[in-house]
C-alpha cells in the first residue's frame, strides 16, 4: 500500500510539473502571437516602428526600426530610458488605455535626432510581454500631414486672392486699399506680419512704410529698411527686389545671412522665414515692395509664391489705377476751375450791368499762358519781360532774377554786405 501510495504522489508531482510547462508553453505561446501581432501591425507600412515599455514609460523593447525611423542609435535610446523623451507624457489617458484596453489614432509630434519633429498616428495597447505593460506603435504621417497643411495653405491663399480682388473693386483711395489687403492677407491667409513699404529717392534712399497688419511691435519703424545698395540695410531682400524687379525669399531666418542686420528682432517677434515681391507701374518700373513675414521655416512652397506674386501684381495695378483715377480727376478739377474762372471773366466784360471797375488785369489776361509764352521768349532772347497791374502787383515776369542777381553782385553798395 505505501508503495503504490508513494508512487501516486510521484505521479502527482509529475502532473503538477507537467502543468507548468504546459502553463509557461502557453505564455510563450501568447508571446509569440503578441509579437506576430506587432510585426503584422508594423509590416503593413514599412515608416512604422514599435516600443514596449513598463507602466511608468521606461523601455523594455525598442524595435531596431526606431534608428531608421528616427535617427538615433543604442546609445542615445539607451541614454533616453524612456518613452516620454519622445512624446507629450499627456497624450495617453491611463485610466481609457486600462478600461478599453487599445487606444488607436493619436496624432502626435515625435521629436528626431536632428532636433526637429515628425507627426506620427499613434496607438497604445495593454499588453504582458517582453516584460512590458504597453505596447506602443507609431505610423509616420509626416508627408501626408504637410501635404494637408500645404493644400490648406493654398486654400487660405487663393480665399487672400479673391477677398482682395474684391477689395481693388471696391477701393476709393490707396491708402484705404493698402490697409485693407494688408490685413486680408496677414488675417486670411495666416501670415504674422505683412506691411508695404515705397522707394523714396532721397540720399538714403529710404523705403518708406505706409500700410502693415500683424504683429510688429515696433519692428517696421526699427528695421530702417533702404534700397541703396551702398548700405547693409539696403541689401537685404526688400532692398534687392526693388533693385532688380525680382521676389527674394527667406526660408529660415535663423540662418540666412540676407537677414543677418534684423535677424535677433525678427526672431523675437516670431518671424522666421520671410518674401519679398516687388510692386512695378504700368511701364514696369518697381516703386514699392510688399513684405510678409511666416511663423514657420521652410514654408515658402513654389505653389504659394505664385500665388503671392499673383497677389502683389494686382496690388500694384490696383495702385496704378487709383493714381491715375485721380490724376484724372484732379485734371478735371483744374479744367472746370479753369473754365468757372473764364465764364466769370466773359461775362464781367460783356454784360451791360458789369462793373468792370472791380476786375483785375489778372481777371482779364491768361497769366498762366502768357508767363509760358515769356519763358520761352527768355530763353530765346535773354530780354526780361514783365507785366504789372495798376497796383504794381507784378502779374507775370520774367529774367528779373538773373538781371537782378548780376546787379546786385556789381554794384558797391550791394558789395558792402
Request: charged share 30%; proline share 2%.
Amino acid at each position: 500500500m505505501d508503495e503504490i501510495n508513494s508512487e501516486l504522489l510521484r505521479y502527482k508531482h509529475q502532473l503538477q510539473e507537467l502543468e507548468k510547462e504546459k502553463n509557461k508553453l502557453k505564455n510563450h505561446i501568447k508571446e509569440l502571437t503578441d509579437l506576430n501581432e506587432v510585426h503584422q501591425i508594423v509590416n503593413k507600412n514599412l515608416t512604422g516602428f514599435y516600443i514596449i515599455t513598463d507602466l511608468k514609460g521606461n523601455f523594455t523593447y525598442v524595435c531596431d526600426s526606431v534608428k531608421s525611423n528616427l535617427g538615433y542609435t543604442e546609445s542615445d535610446i539607451s541614454d533616453m530610458q524612456n518613452i516620454y523623451s519622445l512624446i507629450d507624457p499627456d497624450l495617453i489617458d491611463f485610466e481609457e488605455l486600462w478600461e478599453k484596453g487599445e487606444l488607436k489614432n493619436i496624432e502626435t509630434k515625435v521629436r528626431v535626432k536632428s532636433d526637429n519633429e515628425r507627426t506620427f498616428l499613434m496607438n497604445a495597447k495593454k499588453v504582458s510581454i517582453k516584460k512590458g505593460k504597453i505596447l506602443f506603435t507609431f505610423h509616420d504621417i509626416s508627408n501626408q500631414k504637410q501635404t494637408e497643411d500645404t493644400l490648406h495653405q493654398l486654400n487660405r491663399e487663393l480665399q487672400a486672392i479673391s477677398n482682395c480682388n474684391q477689395t481693388l473693386l471696391r477701393a476709393k483711395d490707396e491708402q484705404t486699399l493698402l490697409n485693407d489687403i494688408c490685413h486680408i492677407i496677414c488675417d486670411e491667409a495666416g501670415y504674422r506680419l505683412v506691411w508695404v513699404g515705397y522707394a523714396e529717392n532721397d540720399d538714403y534712399k529710404t523705403l518708406r512704410p505706409v500700410a502693415w497688419a500683424g504683429i510688429d511691435s515696433g519692428y517696421i519703424e526699427n528695421a530702417k529698411l533702404s534700397w541703396s545698395e551702398d548700405t547693409e540695410r539696403g541689401c537685404g531682400p526688400a532692398g534687392i527686389s526693388i533693385r532688380s524687379g525680382e521676389k527674394v525669399f527667406v526660408q529660415d531666418f535663423s540662418k540666412d545671412p540676407l537677414i543677418a542686420p534684423w535677424r535677433e528682432s525678427a526672431l523675437q517677434r516670431g518671424y522666421h522665414s520671410g518674401i519679398a515681391l516687388p510692386l512695378k507701374d504700368e511701364n514696369a518700373k518697381v516703386f514699392g515692395v510688399l513684405l510678409i513675414y511666416s511663423g514657420k521655416i521652410n514654408t515658402i512652397t513654389p505653389d504659394e509664391i505664385l500665388l503671392l506674386e499673383e497677389l502683389a501684381g494686382d496690388l500694384a495695378f490696383g495702385i496704378t489705377v487709383l493714381r491715375t483715377r485721380l490724376l484724372h480727376k484732379q485734371a478735371e478739377d483744374a479744367l472746370q476751375e479753369s473754365e468757372r474762372r473764364i465764364r466769370l471773366k466773359l461775362d464781367a466784360i460783356l454784360s451791360p450791368e458789369a462793373d468792370i471797375s472791380v476786375l483785375e488785369l489778372s481777371d482779364i489776361i491768361d497769366c498762366e499762358k502768357i508767363q509760358k509764352l515769356m519763358d520761352k521768349f527768355y530763353k530765346l532772347t535773354h530780354i526780361g519781360i514783365g507785366i504789372i497791374d495798376f497796383h504794381g502787383k507784378v502779374i507775370v515776369g520774367t529774367g528779373w532774377q538773373e538781371i537782378c542777381t548780376k546787379f546786385h553782385r556789381v554794384n558797391p553798395e550791394s558789395c558792402r554786405f
